[in-house]
């Protein structure tokens, strides 16, 4: 007789892998977001796609052909996608504040509301090289109701920030505020490698800034109801703020104000910077490591209670969203808390958590939220970081005994042994976590910053237990401050010391030779391509060896190394960079031998954000290394950005006038010091002397003097005159009478384009020297092109074509044998026309 179970279908071996369907769904939505910005169309052909794709799948699923109808559900979702994302991003009303906003600001008196509490920034601290004097400000977010026209209100609509000069403490969230304000576009990166403020404000649709000077001109013309919810959560989070400055120490209540309630604004840009450069950033960032630390807690603090199970997940999931809704539902925490409540609710069913399903639902409601989520950093590292997690699971260091006997083997060994065991392989576990999630965000952090941190991998585990002791203490004086004031007090002390710890191990590894290095960004498609391969190898983790798959990232990363970033320019050319820097200089010159000349790093806003942009401009085009920096003159707004760009770039040398660092001034001298620190020669240049930078090019000094001239700074600045191929070009920097006449004095020759001196200021001047250099092409270096319309006027009438950093964005001129190339930035590098400028 035949066996029964041997009478069952022939085996068929081993099931073929399917991807889990809510990733090939995720997979789908994000092609159909990506496709609605990258081709929009009519948005009726996206939802007509959408219709035409629900209706195919129904009828094919009907007829059982689900591989078809699968493939079409994935087409309905991506134009679905596409049009959310179109409406998103293009889709507002016709009285949008926003549409009236221009680059240049405008005064305006609004009628708006306040949807969050007011969030003060602190001043930032004395430097040298910062000449414009720093005060506390304000950031609120407010939603606009009506503006007043002449002598009229009529509606507008629209969200936006608005800055403050000084405390807001008389506003509260739902008030209804009427102010005078200048209203203006966010600003737009105008450097290649620069982040685009716009963009991304553009993504939390809000499409304008607001700047008031004074404090005082906000009024209160209507407060919100008391029963607002909007209200009700700016006093708790208050009452929070004001709990954690009576507990805590005035420096530790700031930082935890800042992992607790997600108040990080209120940190100095130097204590980020810190935990920035040490890879420990995201633990300033409420997201998924604080909702996890303090759900498990609460789950553990529960079972202890001898709480159910199901009660403890139930508590859980409600303690999450309650939290979340607590730090404002900042998209890092509703991401995190999405993933939390779906575990939560799988255990409820008593169903298997799919990892890969529940982590694609996540992202899909996500982006059903917001589409533009897809193309920021942060939600790009949380979900890499949890898909990693799940990976390591697999791991036989994350699973338990299998093996009876070794379990038994386990209970019988004596406490401290069986501690000791659990510890070493608690901290093996977190070791391997934090080298696995630094590895494979590797690449996006460094296409995105420009910075690797291989301390985070050392750093990362050994900060887990005092933030998890910070969390957790720091909450109980949230708690216990109503009910029980000494238990509050003595989570207050715990808090300190843990918080203070934590601190004081970020700042002793970024002190550490080697801790951490900037990079030049990799290409974009060499990113794609790597974490395209991760996903391969983890679709076919069963069918590739791992040793395959080490030496297919390997290779990659080697791909990576000779070909993704930048190569030197093969062709002999010279290109001369006019960095947009606002109100200031910064000029990158790239000789055709390959070697690269700075002239001027400053500008007149923080330094900051200066050094960023001379940094993404420099990296942009491959250069990680300055062969010399010239400094015009003394003046601030043209060297206050050296001093960080000496922690970015090696440099060669620097040259100045022979008289800048004889001056007693502080910041001049602060310079020298860090010049001298960084073990950079300076060297002195006049007027008569040639820089050696090739054969074909001339770079000749023509001001000033070895023993400069009876006048200011910018009568002795710095002038480099550059042939190169019939081409000429001059960079007066700041100069002005009498050291203009002292150059007016020379032959006249007409240049091929030059930089307008002291940022085109001073129009009679600027006239003389136009009818001197007889320019074909002027750049002007300064914040705002409107200040400088009457030179611009002047300089066009001579036949001149005219580019303003502030109003085009960078400038770059390409000179190569017979061929003159200008082009400036706007989001890329564009042909700039003789004619249109």
């Known amino acids: ?339 939390v409540v779906a575990f939560c609710l799988a255990r409820l069913s008593g169903r298997r958590v799919a990892t890969y399903n529940t982590l694609a639902a996540a992202a899909i409601l996500l982006l059903a939220w917001n589409p533009t989520q897809l193309f920021q950093i942060g939600p790009q590292l949380s979900f890499l970081a949890v898909a990693t997690l799940a990976n390591l699971t697999d791991l036989p260091l994350f699973r338990p005994a299998e093996d009876p006997l070794d379990r038994l083997l386990a209970r019988t060994r004596p406490w401290p042994v069986r501690l000791g065991r659990q510890l070493l392989k608690s901290l093996a576990s977190l070791c391997l976590v934090s080298t696995a999630i630094w590895l494979v965000a590797l690449p996006l952090v460094v296409h995105r910053f420009q910075l690797i941190s291989p301390v985070a991998i050392l750093l990362n585990p050994l900060v887990w237990l005092p933030m998890s002791l910070a969390l957790f203490s720091g909450f109980g004086v949230l708690v216990f401050t109503w009910f029980a004031p000494p238990l509050a007090a003595v989570c207050g002390r715990v808090c300190n010391a843990s918080l203070a710890l934590l601190e004081s191990g970020v700042s002793w590894a970024g002190e550490l030779p080697g801790g951490y290095f900037r990079l030049p960004p990799p290409a974009v498609w060499w990113v794609l391509g790597f974490y395209g391969l991760l996903a391969v190898f983890v679709a076919a983790r069963r069918k590739i060896a791992p040793r395959w798959r080490l030496a297919l990232l390997m290779a990659w990363a080697a791909a990576g190394c000779w070909l993704a970033y930048p190569q030197p320019q093969r062709e002999p050319e010279l290109r001369c960079t006019f960095v947009s820097v606002g109100h200031g200089a910064a000029t990158i010159l790239e000789w055709p031998d390959g070697r690269t000349l700075l002239l001027d790093a400053g500008g007149m806003g923080v330094p900051t954000s200066v050094v960023r942009a001379i940094s993404a401009c420099l990296w942009s085009q491959g250069i990680r290394h300055l062969d010399a920096v010239v400094l015009s003159h003394a003046h601030a707004d043209h060297y206050n950005a050296l001093p960080g760009l000496l922690e970015r770039f090696s440099i060669g040398v620097v040259y100045a006038p022979p008289s800048m660092f004889a001056q007693p001034p502080e910041p001049v001298q602060a310079l020298k010091q860090a010049i001298q620190q960084a073990g950079v020669p300076i060297r002195p240049l006049a007027r008569g002397q040639r820089l050696a930078v090739g054969p074909e090019v001339c770079v000749e000094v023509w001001h000033p003097p070895q023993d400069g ?102 400038v770059r001129v390409t000179v190569r044998h017979g061929s003159l190339l200008v082009q400036h930035w706007r989001q890329q590098w564009k042909t700039a026309v003789p004619g249109e400028f």
């Open 709 to 810: 001239i009876a006048g200011s700074e910018n009568a002795n600045s710095l002038v480099l005159g550059i042939e190169y191929a019939g081409t000429r070009i001059l960079l007066p920097a700041d100069l002005e009478s009498p050291g203009l006449e002292e150059l007016l004095a020379e032959e006249p020759r007409p240049w091929t384009v030059v930089s307008a001196p002291h940022h085109g200021s001073n129009l009679e001047e600027q006239q003389l020297f136009a009818d001197w250099a007889i320019p074909a092409w002027v750049v002007i270096s300064g914040a705002s092109s409107a200040r400088t319309a009457a030179a611009q006027a002047a300089y066009r009438a001579r036949g001149a074509g005219v580019l303003h950093t502030g109003r085009d964005g960078a």
């Open 1 to 339: 007789m035949v066996d029964s179970q041997t009478a069952r279908a022939p085996d068929r071996g081993v099931p073929r892998w399917a991807p889990p369907p809510l990733v090939v769904l995720l997979i789908a939505v994000s092609a159909g977001i990506v496709g609605g910005r990258s081709a929009p169309q009519p948005l009726l052909l996206w939802l007509l796609l959408a219709m035409l794709g629900l209706v195919a799948w129904y009828g094919f699923w009907r007829q059982r052909r689900h591989d078809l109808a699968g493939f079409l559900l994935c087409l309905a979702a991506a134009s679905t996608a596409a049009a959310g994302h179109q409406v998103y991003w293009y889709a507002y009303p016709a009285d949008a504040l926003g549409r009236f906003a221009s680059d240049a600001a405008r005064p305006v008196y609004l009628e708006v509301t306040a949807l969050r509490s007011p969030r003060p920034l602190p001043p930032l601290p004395p430097d040298p090289f910062r000449f414009v004097p720093s005060r506390e400000r304000t950031l609120l977010t407010v939603r606009v109701h009506r503006v007043r026209n002449g002598d009229r209100w009529q509606s507008a609509s629209g969200r936006g920030t608005l800055w403050v000069d000084g405390p807001l403490a008389h506003v509260q969230a739902g008030d209804r505020l009427r102010l005078l304000a200048r209203l203006q576009r966010p600003s737009l990166a105008r450097n290649p490698g620069e982040f685009d403020l716009r963009s991304h404000r553009r993504g939390q649709r809000e499409l304008f800034e607001l700047h008031s000077r004074f404090a005082e001109g906000v009024r209160v013309v209507r407060p919100g109801a008391w029963w607002s919810p909007r209200r009700i959560l700016g006093r708790v989070r208050q009452a929070c703020r004001a709990r954690l400055n009576t507990h805590l120490q005035a420096r530790q209540a700031e930082l935890a104000a800042a992992v607790l309630l997600g108040a990080r604004d209120e940190l100095s840009a130097e204590r980020v910077e810190e935990f920035f450069l040490t890879g420990t950033i995201h633990l300033l960032a409420i997201s998924g490591l604080h909702i996890g630390i303090l759900a498990t807690g609460l789950w553990w603090l529960l079972r202890l209670l001898a709480v159910p199970r199901r009660s403890a997940v139930v508590a859980a999931a409600v303690f999450v969203i309650s939290y979340s809704v607590l730090v404002e539902a900042r998209p890092p925490v509703v991401r995190a808390a999405i993933l």
